[in-house]
């Protein structure tokens, strides 16, 4: 299985501002519903974009200038709540190739590199330059390079940091870790037999 | 002489098979526990890979998060939660691996269910795919939420990549105040503590408060340390889990149980072992907690007022202070104390065991829920609810107004019939009160401890639960 080596991501961005987005508001629990992950993308952010009626709601998402944005940032702590890869599969099915947040919760993070999904972190006041900039311009092209862990737009740039074992994973294509998982398997095996709870 | 370790550490080096190229390190998951809503696309992932189940032996199923409590009889009337059970049968079935359907009698929510069954057990690692997986770390065993793709992992390989996390020891010293309960405990954590104030850590909890504290109540603090941002939380084991565990239908038996209960010992934290951090805390200092706000952390005691922004001291704090007040439609610096409710909501895997409906309806007994509120108590398993029928609970509860369920998640987070309506008021017991959290995107939660959610029930307001039931003088 080679996996794509995503050193970095080329696109528009949108900025989602707040702290503490949970994977609740990023995809409400009554969409997951569902056997496959095909479709959750419509409901990204679904409680805070739309109303009952189904009419939009003031969002970021909403605004026409920045559709097709493929960077996403935010806040601090995003992510958190719960384990659901629901959140960064919602993410990923709008369309979105990376997201760059002041920190992320622990486990959206994992889920995110697994899934291909650059997580980087940067300060506050470099991230509102961003969106400052994008603001401005929705058409900026803003790149996040994930090897010189930086983001460059519209002559700018600031820095970002990936965390070493996710930035691995992304720039050498290892980010989906079933291939070497299934490689160690005779060593797994071995391994299981020396806890006796693991016997059949 | 060998160099002390931490519970963590040792468990971590039992199950470590290998380092991956990107640093990780190749874990070996003792016990995979699945259940409906993340589990399908896993399976379908695997599908897709030609793969099969590694150890479906080491693989136990459940269903919790949509199956209706107020319906046993199949078809659910949602035709979505139907296509979720159906999928989790089918899944089970062509892979081999045990499922607690509702006709086995021991169904319920994944992390009562594990240890209910002894399947958790001290010196193991578990995942699941549920953040409040660390729930099983009150045996001493590592416990993981995970995602899909990891899931995946899991069950092709029983092993998934992570980085090892640094180990925080809180201590909680002296003796909890009448009316104080675990949930307290952990809601004063996540308080002192905050939200993300456990990244990159697992909490290892002890000090005399854990010491005293039954399985249930370690499982209720475990269960949030998700809430406060770890990645896992634990009690070392001793014989309190020991005895919990004794006889249950997956704890070995006989020679084997004496060899398993050193084996477990061995496992906990030595003395004088690392630590990357330390917290202490004073029990005497922790009082009844509630939520004010739309996440964990924004907790007071209840004698306490609703902060107010204008006093923050940070930009942002107030902006955050805003945000929730105007979410939770409260008004800066007024008194908890006496907010209306509309609903209480008593269970979730955080407390909705035996000795949480033990504990209210001692209480509860010749009291009435407030005129105007809906309330519902719904035990956590199959096995919680025949247990609480056997001692008559259920009519205390029923005696007393409030709906007395069929198990499952409920309205912890509304992926079945139970919802919030409209900004309904919900005084609950569940670990949770994000925004919309309880299926109404404007639906309000206030977390608290079973005692107070019962004191809410009956007062129809967020009450203090010692006055209410005059706790101090029991
Ligand atoms: S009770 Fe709530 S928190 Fe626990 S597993 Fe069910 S939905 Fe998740």
């Given at each position: 299985?080679?996996?794509?080596?995503?050193?970095?991501?080329?696109?528009?961005?949108?900025?989602?501002?707040?702290?503490?987005?949970?994977?609740?508001?990023?995809?409400?629990?009554?969409?997951?519903?569902?056997?496959?992950?095909?479709?959750?993308?419509?409901?990204?952010?679904?409680?805070?974009?739309?109303?009952?009626?189904?009419?939009?709601?003031?969002?970021?998402?909403?605004?026409?200038?920045?559709?097709?944005?493929?960077?996403?940032?935010?806040?601090?702590?995003?992510?958190?709540?719960?384990?659901?890869?629901?959140?960064?599969?919602?993410?990923?099915?709008?369309?979105?190739?990376?997201?760059?947040?002041?920190?992320?919760?622990?486990?959206?993070?994992?889920?995110?590199?697994?899934?291909?999904?650059?997580?980087?972190?940067?300060?506050?006041?470099?991230?509102?330059?961003?969106?400052?900039?994008?603001?401005?311009?929705?058409?900026?092209?803003?790149?996040?390079?994930?090897?010189?862990?930086?983001v460059r737009f519209g002559g700018q740039r600031i820095t970002v940091e990936v965390r070493a074992t996710a930035r691995d994973a992304l720039v050498n294509g290892r980010w989906d870790a079933i291939g070497e998982l299934l490689d160690g398997l005779p060593a797994v095996q071995s391994r299981a037999r020396a806890l006796p709870y693991l016997a059949a | 002489m060998t160099t002390?370790?931490?519970?963590?550490?040792?468990?971590?080096?039992?199950?470590?098979?290998?380092?991956?190229?990107?640093?990780?390190?190749?874990?070996?998951?003792?016990?995979?526990?699945?259940?409906?809503?993340?589990?399908?696309?896993?399976?379908?992932?695997?599908?897709?890979?030609?793969?099969?189940?590694?150890?479906?032996?080491?693989?136990?199923?459940?269903?919790?998060?949509?199956?209706?409590?107020?319906?046993?009889?199949?078809?659910?009337?949602?035709?979505?939660?139907?296509?979720?059970?159906?999928?989790?049968?089918?899944?089970?079935?062509?892979?081999?691996?045990?499922?607690?359907?509702?006709?086995?009698?021991?169904?319920?929510?994944?992390?009562?269910?594990?240890?209910?069954?002894?399947?958790?057990?001290?010196?193991?690692?578990?995942?699941?795919?549920?953040?409040?997986?660390?729930?099983?770390?009150?045996?001493?065993?590592?416990?993981?939420?995970?995602?899909?793709?990891?899931?995946?992992?899991?069950?092709?390989?029983?092993?998934?990549?992570?980085?090892?996390?640094?180990?925080?020891?809180?201590?909680?010293?002296?003796?909890?105040?009448?009316?104080?309960?675990?949930?307290?405990?952990?809601?004063?954590?996540?308080?002192?503590?905050?939200?993300?104030?456990?990244?990159?850590?697992?909490?290892?909890?002890?000090?005399?408060?854990?010491?005293?504290?039954?399985?249930?109540?370690?499982?209720?603090?475990?269960?949030?340390?998700?809430?406060?941002?770890?990645?896992?939380?634990?009690?070392?084991?001793?014989?309190?889990?020991?005895?919990?565990?004794?006889?249950?239908?997956?704890?070995?038996?006989?020679?084997?149980?004496?060899?398993?209960?050193?084996?477990?010992?061995?496992?906990?934290?030595?003395?004088?072992?690392?630590?990357?951090?330390?917290?202490?805390?004073?029990?005497?200092?922790?009082?009844?907690?509630?939520?004010?706000?739309?996440?964990?952390?924004?907790?007071?005691?209840?004698?306490?007022?609703?902060?107010?922004?204008?006093?923050?001291?940070?930009?942002?704090?107030?902006?955050?202070?805003?945000?929730?007040?105007?979410?939770?439609?409260?008004?800066?610096?007024?008194?908890?104390?006496?907010?209306?409710?509309?609903?209480?909501?008593?269970?979730?895997?955080?407390?909705?065991?035996?000795?949480?409906?033990?504990?209210?309806?001692?209480?509860?007994?010749?009291?009435?829920?407030?005129?105007?509120?809906?309330?519902?108590?719904?035990?956590?398993?199959?096995?919680?609810?025949?247990?609480?029928?056997?001692?008559?609970?259920?009519?205390?509860?029923?005696?007393?107004?409030?709906?007395?369920?069929?198990?499952?998640?409920?309205?912890?987070?509304?992926?079945?019939?139970?919802?919030?309506?409209?900004?309904?008021?919900?005084?609950?017991?569940?670990?949770?009160?994000?925004?919309?959290?309880?299926?109404?995107?404007?639906?309000?939660?206030?977390?608290?401890?079973?005692?107070?959610?019962?004191?809410?029930?009956?007062?129809?307001?967020?009450?203090?639960?010692?006055?209410?039931?005059?706790?101090?003088?029991?």
């Amino acid at each position: 299985m080679a996996l794509a080596k995503i050193s970095s991501v080329t696109g528009r961005a949108v900025y989602v501002p707040g702290n503490d987005i949970d994977t609740d508001r990023i995809i409400p629990a009554r969409f997951m519903k569902c056997v496959t992950f095909d479709g959750l993308g419509e409901f990204l952010f679904h409680d805070v974009r739309k109303n009952d009626d189904g009419s939009d709601k003031p969002h970021p998402l909403n605004e026409p200038r920045f559709k097709g944005a493929t960077i996403l940032l935010s806040g601090a702590n995003f992510g958190c709540g719960s384990s659901r890869e629901h959140a960064p599969q919602a993410i990923q099915k709008h369309g979105f190739r990376a997201i760059v947040a002041e920190n992320f919760a622990e486990i959206f993070f994992g889920n995110c590199t697994t899934l291909g999904i650059p997580c980087a972190t940067a300060a506050r006041a470099d991230i509102a330059r961003v969106a400052a900039a994008i603001e401005a311009n929705p058409a900026t092209e803003v790149v996040l390079d994930v090897a010189a862990q930086e983001v460059r737009f519209g002559g700018q740039r600031i820095t970002v940091e990936v965390r070493a074992t996710a930035r691995d994973a992304l720039v050498n294509g290892r980010w989906d870790a079933i291939g070497e998982l299934l490689d160690g398997l005779p060593a797994v095996q071995s391994r299981a037999r020396a806890l006796p709870y693991l016997a059949a | 002489m060998t160099t002390p370790k931490s519970l963590f550490e040792k468990v971590w080096e039992a199950h470590a098979v290998r380092t991956l190229a990107n640093g990780q390190t190749q874990l070996l998951i003792g016990t995979h526990l699945i259940h409906e809503v993340t589990s399908p696309q896993a399976f379908g992932m695997l599908r897709d890979l030609g793969l099969k189940v590694a150890m479906p032996h080491r693989t136990f199923a459940t269903v919790d998060h949509i199956v209706p409590t107020d319906q046993l009889v199949e078809p659910y009337r949602d035709p979505l939660a139907q296509a979720m059970m159906d999928e989790l049968r089918r899944n089970c079935a062509e892979f081999g691996i045990t499922f607690f359907d509702r006709a086995t009698g021991k169904q319920g929510i994944v992390h009562i269910v594990g240890p209910e069954q002894g399947i958790t057990q001290p010196g193991t690692t578990i995942a699941c795919g549920d953040s409040h997986t660390s729930t099983h770390g009150a045996f001493g065993a590592v416990a993981f939420g995970i995602g899909t793709t990891q899931i995946r992992d899991v069950l092709a390989t029983q092993t998934m990549a992570l980085g090892r996390l640094k180990v925080r020891r809180i201590n909680v010293n002296g003796r909890l105040r009448p009316g104080v309960y675990a949930k307290d405990v952990i809601l004063h954590i996540i308080r002192v503590l905050g939200v993300n104030g456990g990244t990159g850590f697992a909490y290892e909890y002890g000090g005399d408060v854990f010491d005293r504290f039954s399985m249930e109540e370690r499982m209720t603090v475990c269960n949030m340390s998700i809430e406060g941002g770890a990645r896992a939380g634990y009690v070392n084991p001793d014989q309190t889990t020991f005895a919990y565990l004794k006889g249950r239908p997956y704890s070995p038996a006989g020679a084997a149980w004496d060899e398993a209960v050193i084996r477990w010992k061995s496992f906990a934290s030595d003395p004088g072992c690392h630590y990357d951090d330390v917290v202490t805390i004073d029990a005497a200092s922790i009082a009844p907690t509630v939520t004010w706000g739309i996440n964990p952390g924004q907790g007071i005691s209840i004698d306490e007022r609703v902060p107010d922004p204008a006093q923050a001291k940070a930009v942002d704090e107030r902006s955050s202070i805003e945000e929730a007040l105007a979410y939770m439609k409260l008004r800066p610096g007024t008194p908890i104390k006496g907010t209306r409710i509309d609903v209480a909501f008593l269970g979730s895997c955080t407390n909705g065991r035996l000795s949480d409906f033990q504990e209210v309806a001692r209480f509860l007994k010749g009291r009435r829920v407030a005129a105007g509120v809906k309330a519902i108590a719904v035990p956590g398993s199959q096995i919680v609810a025949l247990q609480c029928e056997k001692l008559g609970l259920d009519r205390v509860f029923a005696d007393a107004g409030f709906e007395w369920r069929a198990a499952g998640c409920s309205m912890c987070l509304a992926m079945n019939p139970d919802k919030l309506v409209g900004d309904q008021l919900c005084a609950s017991s569940s670990n949770r009160n994000f925004k919309g959290r309880q299926g109404s995107p404007t639906g309000r939660t206030i977390l608290m401890s079973p005692l107070m959610v019962a004191a809410a029930a009956v007062t129809g307001t967020v009450a203090d639960a010692r006055e209410v039931f005059a706790v101090n003088q029991n």
